[in-house]
């Protein structure tokens, strides 16, 4: 149970175009989604909380129009990442935190998108 | 604020060495921790979690203990394999907020 998928897990895609990556939660539903960046070698970065039905909350030194979330059911967020280039290059993961009874919470993630723009 | 230090890497053992990851973390209230692990070119999965002080969190022969008095949850295992080769992170959560800060990872590599 609690399985993430993301989508799609590697795209490469031209500088100043957009892409977006998919983050569905299978068998549960998910009204806060997170979106994390991973830089090679790095440990992952929080870039902002997706809330279902409401505007995403981004941390501080995230651009907003550049990384445009939206969650629009319980069971898909996605990150669009717009006029891609270069150094937006990178591997982004989302997850999903979920409430069991038995379990107290926890969170499970995506699979990773890498995301190459040329 | 919330924090979580791991130890620098890469740790290199040999098959069947001990292993102990270390991991520290500055935190108001009471947080959760979790050991996550990620294995070349995907995502993290969870290995183990530990919810409150001196709780003991297991799994695969990995084990950690929640110390709230030295604010640390160092991770363990009696016996690696070279399939234990990975990158693991320790992060702290808050049910609060719902977000995860991670430590910066320690990379694993063991030979056979």
């Known amino acids: 149970g609690a399985v993430v998928s993301q989508h799609p897990s590697r795209v490469i895609c031209k500088s100043g175009t957009s892409v977006k990556i998919e983050c569905r939660s299978l068998?549960?539903?998910?009204?806060?989604m997170f979106w994390y960046r991973q830089f090679p070698k790095k440990s992952l970065m929080l870039m902002a909380t997706?809330?279902?039905?409401?505007?995403?909350?981004?941390e501080q030194g995230v651009e907003k129009d550049k990384f445009l979330i939206n969650h629009a059911s319980l069971t898909l967020s996605t990150l669009t990442v717009t006029s891609a280039h270069p150094e937006d290059s990178s591997f982004y993961i989302c997850?999903?935190?979920?409430?069991?009874?038995?379990?107290?919470?926890?969170?499970?993630f995506g699979s990773g998108t890498r995301l190459t723009v040329v | 604020g919330n924090s979580v230090t791991q130890m620098e890497g890469p740790v290199t053992l040999s098959e069947e060495a001990f292993l102990t990851i270390n991991c520290t973390y500055t935190?108001?209230?009471?947080?959760?921790l979790f050991w996550y692990v990620q294995y070349p070119g995907e995502g993290l999965q969870l290995l183990l979690k530990a919810t409150k002080a001196d709780d003991k969190g297991s799994n695969k022969g990995f084990e950690a203990t929640y110390r709230k008095e030295t604010t640390s949850f160092h991770l363990e295992k009696g016996s690696v394999q070279v399939s234990d080769s990975a990158v693991y992170f320790c992060?702290?959560?808050?049910?609060?907020?719902?977000?995860?800060?991670f430590g910066q990872g320690t990379t694993l590599q063991v030979k056979p």
């Open positions: 935190a108001t209230g009471y947080p959760s």
């Open positions: 997850s999903a935190n979920w409430l069991g009874s038995a379990l107290g919470y926890g969170y499970t």
């Open positions: 992060a702290l959560g808050k049910s609060n907020t719902g977000k995860l800060i």
């Open positions: 068998d549960f539903q998910a009204t806060t």
């Open positions: 997706s809330n279902e039905g409401s505007k995403a909350t981004y």
